[in-house]
């Protein structure tokens, strides 16, 4: 795995964990939008642990190039499902924010967890 794609699935990793604390700790900027969207706030910690989980995996994928893969690959699904949330409420102003979470795993998944 080169320096590049090791930073990005590191940065990858800090963002998207930022995002599940935002969630685990109910950051109003975050539940606030998540209400308006009409997410249910039984998934809020189920969210919260996939984005937790896809964060660790990051991690882990600078060691076990698998893992690494299949985190990026799950957090790109998740934000893409995000970014749909998003779409689907027209709060077109707060689309950017779930692109923003995801594109370092993508770039980090781009660049190569090849080991």
Same mark, same amino acid.
């Given at each position: ?8 699935? =590191?940065? %990858? +990793?800090?963002?998207? #964990?930022?995002? @599940? !604390?935002? *969630? ?6 975050? $539940? ?13 910690? =189920?969210? %919260? +642990?996939?984005?937790? #989980?896809?964060? @660790? !995996?990051? *991690? ?6 698998? $893992? ?20 689907? #409420?027209?709060?077109?102003?707060? *689309? ?20």
């Amino acid at each position: 795995m080169s320096t590049t794609a090791v930073v990005f699935a =590191l940065v %990858g +990793a800090f963002t998207v #964990a930022f995002s @599940a !604390g935002s *969630v685990f700790f109910k950051a109003k900027w975050v $539940v606030e939008p998540m209400v308006q969207y009409g997410v249910p706030r039984s998934w809020w910690n =189920l969210l %919260g +642990a996939a984005k937790a #989980a896809g964060a @660790a !995996g990051l *991690v882990v994928g600078v060691f076990v190039p698998a $893992v690494g893969i299949a985190a990026a690959i799950g957090i790109a699904l998740y934000f893409t499902g995000a970014v749909i949330t998003v779409l689907r #409420a027209k709060s077109y102003a707060h *689309v950017a924010f779930p692109v923003i979470y995801a594109a370092p795993a993508v770039v980090a998944l781009a660049l190569g967890f090849n080991g």
